[in-house]
């Protein structure tokens, strides 16, 4: 059964940083990639981050500059670096793992966490 274990979430003031983790089993881990998803309210959920099993990222337009996706692959473990946070990234960010491509998600996710930006 694969399991997905985040955290890190809070609340920021605009400008601040966050870092999020998310703890992976280990065979989902180490043969698909790994992504970050965010759904603000009212809003679809939608594409932050993703890196491969190699370590190729890809990020949303709207992330890109701020945010950075990296994987230890001995702690199973995907990050998403946040800096420069503004409102607009309040939403609840949810990991993603089993996709084999950057245009559609994998099927497991995990709890989500509630990222919180003040003005």
């Known amino acids: 059964q694969v399991q997905l274990v985040e955290s890190g979430g809070g609340l920021v003031q605009a400008g601040g940083s966050l870092r999020l983790s998310c703890a992976a089993s280990g065979s989902i881990f180490r043969t698909n990639n790994m992504g970050w998803y965010r759904r603000a309210s009212g809003n679809q959920r939608e594409l932050v981050a993703i890196?491969?099993?190699?370590?190729?990222?890809k990020y949303a337009d709207s992330v890109k500059g701020r945010f950075t996706i990296s994987r230890d692959n001995a702690k199973n473990t995907v990050y998403l670096q946040m800096n420069s946070l503004n409102p607009e990234d309040t939403a609840v960010y949810y990991c993603?793992?089993?996709?084999?491509?950057?245009?559609?998600?994998?099927?497991?996710w995990g709890q989500g966490t509630q990222v919180t930006v003040s003005s």
């Open positions: 890196i491969t099993r190699g370590g190729t990222t």
């Open positions: 993603n793992a089993g996709s084999f491509s950057f245009s559609v998600a994998g099927p497991y």
